[in-house]
């Protein structure tokens, strides 16, 4: 029983530390060939929205707000796939263990 807690309190601060190198990481998604970038936390806070001018046509705001979607569900994608990486190995496929978006 002992040799399961000590295993259980082991799992919980690998989880922590996995879940504080999340918080501290910022990704990047892209689109339109990077005329629209969005960083966002690793814990899903999108923290900057940089949008090339190339990409602002006054005649077709709909590109324009499909691009800056599109870019947002990319770094969604790339927080995804850094959850996986670090938090994977700790979880055992788990999952994300109530992070966003997971």
């Known amino acids: 029983m002992q ?5 259980a309190q082991k799992m919980q601060q690998q989880i922590a530390t996995a879940q504080a ?3 501290e990481a910022e ?15 690793g814990a899903g ?6 949008i090339d001018p190339k990409a602002v046509d006054p005649e077709d705001v709909e590109t324009l707000e499909d691009l800056v979607l599109a870019a947002v569900h990319n ?9 996986e990486e670090k938090m994977g190995p700790v979880t055992g496929g788990m999952g994300g263990l109530g992070l966003p978006g997971f």
């Open 3 to 7: 040799q399961m807690m000590k295993q």
């Open 21 to 23: 190198e999340l918080a």
């Open 27 to 41: 990704l990047t998604g892209t689109a339109g060939g990077g005329l629209v970038t969005v960083t966002i936390s």
């Open 45 to 50: 806070e999108v923290k900057a929205v940089k």
């Open 75 to 83: 770094a969604h994608d790339e927080v995804r796939k850094l959850t």
